[in-house]
């Protein structure tokens, strides 16, 4: 099933195509790559051009933004009574992936309507928005974890510019696999996981990701924190070639082996407002109870 983040107000793709994306940020047009946007546009337009930054990839890898008006150090846009800290940043990224959203409106409405203390455990949280979600929408606690102490930084500010100050977010630095593992020594258990994992990456000491490597581990030891009455467990993948059946296949035999539940997955797209196309932005899986 695809699903779109398609309640935006603060945030708009423009037209994408010829491998590019044209973005509002709020005020702000951004110019970014995208390889699912392989379909022809006319990027010689002068809307293409009138931007406040273009990111130019590198054909050694990278890239580097190109800034054609002056715009803030970084900005806010807010979804739903959620505000979050927009920056630019070296990897063409800018600290937020719209497309999210679409999962973060499952889980505001699975724990508002839960009728219970709800316990969340949010692995490789980046800048927290399902953090921000969760904890907004109810949640008793949340518990963030990233091997990033950088991101980490920038999810506390993204809580306390959503008023989430007040609220028990735990914040966690450490490589997920590892903090799992301790988790489950400790013989603490959370009642719904959110978890968005990397293709690959490094954790804080150096301990190397590898998505198709890992995740069956990370999933088995995951189910072993869930608790006896869990609500959901929500997993994001950007992998290149992964398919949502995969990802489905996964959770039944792992999680409903263990707990039963149903399973759902799909597609996560974004509308573009040119010609009333879609934009794929990777693929969820759902356990639910």
């Given at each position: 099933m695809l699903i779109l983040a398609d309640d935006w107000k603060d945030y708009e793709i423009i037209d994408a195509g010829n491998g590019e994306k044209l973005e509002r940020w709020k005020n702000i047009v951004l110019r970014r790559p995208d390889p699912q946007a392989i379909w022809p546009a006319d990027t010689d337009n002068i809307k293409w051009k009138d931007v406040h930054g273009h990111y130019h990839r590198s054909s050694k890898g990278g890239g580097t933004w190109e800034f054609k008006k002056k715009i803030p150090e970084?900005?806010?846009?807010?979804?739903?009574?959620?505000?979050?800290?927009?920056?630019?940043?070296?990897?063409?990224?800018?600290?937020?992936?719209?497309?999210?959203?679409?999962n973060w409106s499952w889980m505001m409405d699975k724990i508002s309507k839960a009728n219970r203390p709800i316990k969340?455990?949010?692995?490789?949280?980046?800048?927290?928005?399902?953090?921000?979600?969760?904890?907004?929408?109810?949640?008793?606690?949340?518990?963030?974890?990233?091997?990033?102490?950088?991101?980490?930084?920038?999810?506390?500010?993204?809580?306390?510019?959503?008023?989430?100050?007040?609220?028990?977010?735990?914040?966690?630095?450490?490589?997920?696999?590892?903090f799992v593992q301790r988790e489950i020594r400790r013989g603490n258990k959370y009642d719904a996981v959110i978890m968005d994992p990397p293709s690959y990456g490094r954790g804080p000491n150096g301990e190397i990701w590898k998505f198709e490597e890992e995740l069956t581990k990370l999933l088995k030891l995951t189910s072993e924190v869930l608790s006896d009455e869990?609500?959901?467990?929500?997993?994001?993948?950007?992998?290149?070639?992964?398919?949502?059946?995969?990802?489905?296949?996964?959770?039944?035999?792992?999680?409903?082996?263990?707990?039963?539940?149903?399973?759902?997955?799909?597609e996560i797209g974004l509308p573009v407002t040119k010609e009333n196309l879609i934009l794929p932005c990777g693929i969820y899986g759902r356990w639910e109870k």
């Open positions: 970084r900005w806010t846009i807010s979804y739903k009574g959620l505000s979050f800290y927009i920056k630019p940043t070296g990897f063409k990224h800018t600290g937020l992936f719209p497309e999210q959203a679409a969340v455990l949010n692995l490789f949280a980046y800048t927290g928005g399902a953090t921000c979600a969760a904890s907004y929408a109810g949640a008793e606690e949340v518990c963030h974890v990233d091997a990033s102490k950088g991101m980490v930084a920038w999810a506390k500010e993204n809580a306390e510019l959503s008023g989430l100050s007040n609220n028990k977010i735990r914040y966690i630095v450490d490589d997920c696999f590892k869990p609500l959901f467990l929500l997993l994001n993948s950007y992998t290149t070639g992964l398919s949502p059946t995969a990802i489905e296949n996964m959770l039944k035999l792992i999680i409903v082996k263990d707990k039963q539940g149903s399973v759902s997955s799909g």
